[in-house]
């Protein structure tokens, strides 16, 4: 079974309106209020298209709403039966100062093909494509540092891995320097950070370390039309995150996950820049014209673009 891709412009228009209401709170320092803009554009926009759309990514539990909770179902209730994965605002604090990096994102797949991510961190790898086993979760750094190296004929100090700038990390930047690796150290935004990978032209290798898991499972659809490897742990380090995990069915809470465990099937992917990145421009008002930049993937039809759009603004 395959997305028709109608649902392509579909919901490239959910990303761009949501964008869209939240770049008028670009720099405000207010970064509920960014979210909430996004979150009230993002369901309305769904809510207009044929499906039944479970969202199993979103954002808290029904009763943190009016968030887009994880359960929500959102469509016209007149299509095909949808798996939703979204972030109305992904570096809900660039967007509140201003800074690079925020983006509306959204993937979809058909029904229990997209991985049902408890609300943990996750540690994660991932690299364009490359030879099976070469790079993994359970080999040391400096083992998955050489292996690629060697893959990819390249001196490990022309090697650059892209790792959030947290002090859980510190041991993991240390052990880089090390062996000589050029760090490229983003402050948030772990599915952007994952994306580097997809394409030499952003000068990232690797990307590694441990970002929500939620955001691994966004990232995990983008980089499956790349054909990338990609590679998830959840961490459950309180009982808590235990009892919500074996509730989802999750029993084996040191499993490690590969692509195809966390997406499977064809799925849809869209990012739309609210701010300006590496690899999205952010929305842009000039007059009364909306100009916009969505990476989307379509994994099916091997479609994997970014489609720059102008909308007038009461569109």
């Given amino acids: ?93 660039f967007v509140a100062n201003n800074l690079p990096g925020g983006i509306a994102v959204l993937a979809i797949a058909e029904k229990n093909n997209l991985f049902n991510a408890p609300e943990t961190y996750m540690s994660k790898i991932a690299t364009g494509k490359i030879d099976k ?32 700038d947290r002090p859980r990390h510190k041991k993991i930047i240390d052990q880089l320097k090390d062996l000589n690796v050029k760090i490229k150290l983003i402050s948030d935004g772990d599915v952007l950070g994952a994306l580097f990978v997809s394409d030499p032209k952003y000068e990232v290798d690797i990307f590694l370390g441990i970002g929500g898991g939620p955001e691994g499972v966004l990232a995990a659809s983008a980089l499956d039309a790349y054909d990338c490897h990609f590679q998830g742990r959840f961490i459950f380090d309180n009982d808590q995150d235990i009892k919500d995990a074996k509730k989802m069915g999750i029993y084996d809470l040191n499993k490690k996950y590969e692509l195809n465990e966390i997406v499977k099937g064809d799925s849809i992917f869209c990012a739309t820049g609210i701010t300006d990145s590496k690899i999205l421009k952010g929305i842009k008002l000039n007059d009364n014209r909306i100009e916009s930049e969505t990476l989307v993937t379509h994994k099916s039809s091997n479609f994997k673009k970014i489609i720059k759009k102008t909308n007038l603004i009461n569109e």
Avoid: W
């Avoid at 968030?67 to 929500?72: A, I, K, N």
């Avoid at 979204?86 to 570096?91: A, H, I, Q």
């Avoid at 893959?151 to 650059?160: A, W």
């Fill in 133 to 164: 086993s070469l790079i993994d979760l359970d080999f040391t750094i400096e083992k998955n540092i050489k292996n690629l190296s060697d893959f990819k004929n390249k001196e490990i100090s022309s090697i650059t891995a892209c790792i959030l």
């Fill in 1 to 93: 079974m395959t997305l028709d891709k109608k649902f392509v412009d579909q919901f490239v228009n959910v990303t761009v309106k949501a964008a869209n209401a939240a770049s008028y709170l670009v720099g405000k320092k207010d970064k509920n209020a960014a979210d909430q803009a996004a979150v009230d554009s993002m369901r309305s926009e769904l809510n207009k298209i044929d499906m039944i759309g479970k969202v199993v990514i979103g954002e808290g539990s029904l009763d943190e709403a009016p968030m887009l909770y994880t359960g929500e179902i959102l469509g016209n209730k007149r299509g095909p039966t949808l798996d939703i994965a979204v972030d109305p605002v992904e570096g809900t604090n």
